[in-house]
């Protein structure tokens, strides 16, 4: 069964997340990213399945807090950096820690896709998605999958097709308040994990 994009289930996602960010909920953050993840059907085929591992990262979250009595992102990488473990990555298991930063990645790109579409009513969105991946992404993905993104870009739809599809059809300047409250609700969710990864050297995990 294809998942389907609920831009309700996001916002209270983000915002029950966002309500200890001393140590965040893992559940409520990792349902945001899936979430984040299913609206990449709205950019088509090519690119949601160059992102297709958001979805992939998002339930390993879940599945490493299965049998953790730790319900925080923090307080598990924290164990986990405790155990040496935070730089596991096999085919049977990732650290939190790690899956965490490649998620922050994600994270700043739909930040900066996001702004661009509010701040730049003159871009197409294939320059949006262009600017925001050159910005965000790009710089941590191996070539292979820079070109496969790049190709994706290229067959994304009209800006307002977009739009409407991830936000309904509702006038401009109202879906322009719903991306303002979608960064609302995120920023503080990436600023602290930010300081947090800087604060505890883990910006660099293999």
């Known amino acids: 069964m294809v998942a389907v994009f609920n831009l309700e289930n996001l916002l209270s996602h983000l915002r ?9 909920n893992f559940y409520h953050f990792s349902e945001a990213m899936l979430e984040y993840s ?25 599945e490493n807090f299965k049998n953790s009595p730790f319900t925080g992102l923090q ?28 998620l922050l990645w994600f994270f700043d790109f739909l930040k900066e896709l996001i702004t661009n579409l509010m701040t730049q009513p003159s871009w197409n969105l294939s320059k949006a998605c262009t600017v925001a991946y050159d910005t965000a992404l790009g710089p941590h993905h191996p070539w292979p999958v820079r070109f496969a993104a790049k190709l994706g870009i290229k067959t994304v739809p009209s800006k307002q097709e977009y739009m409407n599809r991830l936000l309904g059809n509702i006038p401009y300047d109202k879906q322009i308040e719903v991306f303002r409250m979608m960064i ?16 505890n050297k883990l910006t660099n995990l293999p």
């Open 16 to 24: 029950q997340a966002a309500e200890n960010l001393d140590d965040i």
């Open 38 to 62: 299913n609206s990449f059907s709205f950019l088509g085929m090519a690119l949601s399945m160059a992102f297709s591992d958001i979805t992939t990262k998002a339930q390993t979250i879940q």
């Open 75 to 102: 307080s598990m990488i924290l164990d986990e950096v405790a155990r040496g473990v935070e730089k596991v990555h096999t085919d049977k298991a990732a650290s939190t820690a790690r899956t965490i930063l490649r």
């Open 184 to 199: 609302e609700l995120s920023q503080p969710l990436r600023e602290v994990l930010w300081k947090f990864y800087h604060d």
